[in-house]
């Protein structure tokens, strides 16, 4: 007689962006049914075995729908910079995708919700840090059992130039205290403290540094 395991759902909010996709892969098809929440079609790379949902999170129905028997709900929507061409802002692209989130998973009993935070930053990304501050009260309030936060700085890989040199440069320099506030972690070495904590295993990014 066969044995079938069963496989730890994860819905991944912003799994086709850039932290997104670096969790993806690193989550072994195997053990997750993993899922991906975003506005836009996406046609992946690779064979991951990922399902792809075009959904709009201010859709509470469909929201609902898809993390119903969710195990995991990862919360990796988010910008650094407002772009008001597109007119982004932390508000439009933080917090509110996350508070939708939130309040979709208020009628899901049972998933938790793991929200990619910051640890810190320079003065001029006080906006930024605020914005996650605020998406952080809002899960303790509504979701005070299942809450995880993790408190990353500068996620870089070779995928993004822009970011990939800036915190090479940065990990090197750890031992100073400024520079060790900021964080730099790759996002192979993020996305395995992300697999730790589904697994039921505490992350030392799950405490901010001061």
Request: charged residues 20%; without cysteine.
């Amino acid at each position: 007689m066969e044995i079938t395991m069963m496989k730890t759902k994860v819905v991944i909010a912003g799994g086709t962006g850039f932290v997104g996709q670096g969790i993806i892969q690193q989550l072994d098809p195997t053990q997750y049914d993993v899922h991906s929440l975003s506005r836009h079609v996406y046609h992946p790379h690779t064979n991951y075995k990922t399902t792809y949902h075009v959904v709009d999170l201010s859709d509470t129905p469909s929201v609902s729908a898809i993390i119903q028997d969710a195990d995991w709900v990862i919360d990796a929507v988010g910008i650094l910079f407002p772009n008001p061409i597109k007119k982004q802002n932390y508000h439009n692209s933080s917090y509110a995708p996350a508070k939708y989130l939130i309040d979709a998973l208020v009628s899901a009993p049972h998933a938790k919700l793991l929200f990619i935070s910051a640890n810190g930053g320079p003065f001029f990304m006080a906006p930024y840090l605020k914005a996650k501050r605020a998406v952080e009260a809002r899960m303790h309030a509504l979701l005070p059992e299942r809450a995880y936060m993790v408190y990353p700085g500068i996620i870089f890989d070779k995928a993004r130039l822009s970011s990939y040199f800036l915190g090479r440069i940065l990990s090197h320099l750890d031992g100073i205290p400024y520079v060790k506030k900021l964080r730099p972690i790759s996002r192979q070495a993020f996305a395995s403290e992300i697999a730790q904590i589904l697994s039921g295993t505490s992350s030392a990014l799950e405490k901010r540094l001061a």
